[in-house]
């Protein structure tokens, strides 16, 4: 899997996408960047996120702040009905951690709001960790490399979990995250991916198949 890795990254400028957000190692930033990411194009977060750190710049801010002020700000992407996840993230964060984020999985699972997928990526990005990050489209990827033939709700299986953690055992956890991003959103899509401008030229067992 360091191969594969290797390869996403190295070939990273063929599908780069530059996001705010990319540019921080905070692990407030990029935990208010991945809440409002969920189920949201990442086009139409910048603008509220830039606007959103203005008027909420750090941990304690937020924990300060109320619903409806926070409802006020990210109300264009729908998320009004979250805004108590942000609190409640960021008061933990200050009560239990003492305003400091955990370095480790298990710790960042205990904060409201925080999942598999949000854990895995403060590790990465602001811990330079190679711990596994999985969403739906880093699946997909691992999926159809493999061959797997895993069908529905496949990010949470175990097979996948195995792969993934292979996958980000690599030293620069950080830029494969954000490159395997890119590479799934332009390259390895959905549902027509654009194969002749794969990276994988024989590797991939997807590409095998349908040619």
């Not at 063929?14 to 189920?39: G, Q, S, V």
């Not at 003492?98 to 949000?118: A, Q, V």
């Not at 990010?155 to 494969?176: H, N, T």
Request: charged share 25%.
């Amino acid at each position: 899997m360091i191969e594969i890795s290797k390869q996403i990254i190295e070939n990273h400028s063929l599908y780069y996408r530059d996001f705010p957000w990319r540019h921080t190692k905070d692990p407030y930033k990029i935990m208010i960047a991945e809440f409002m990411l969920r189920r949201t194009k990442a086009e139409q977060v910048v603008p509220v996120y830039i606007k959103f750190l203005i008027e909420y710049p750090n941990l304690k801010s937020l924990a300060l702040a109320d619903t409806e002020n926070i409802s006020r700000v990210t109300k264009h992407l729908g998320l009004h009905w979250r805004a108590t996840d942000f609190i409640n993230a960021c008061r933990f964060i200050e009560t239990e951690y003492n305003t400091t984020f955990p370095d480790n999985r298990k710790n960042l699972l205990k904060i409201p709001g925080i999942g598999e997928y949000i854990a895995g990526a403060i590790l990465t990005v602001c811990f330079n960790k190679p711990e596994y990050v999985v969403d739906s489209n880093i699946a997909r990827f691992i999926n159809r490399f493999y061959d797997l033939n895993l069908k529905g709700e496949i990010r949470r299986k175990k097979l996948i979990i195995e792969k993934a953690k292979e996958f980000f055992d690599c030293k620069s956890p950080d830029k494969l995250l954000f490159s395997i991003l890119d590479f799934t959103a332009l390259i390895c899509k959905p549902r027509i991916p654009i194969c002749p401008l794969c990276c994988f030229k024989g590797g991939c067992q997807y590409r095998n198949k349908t040619r």
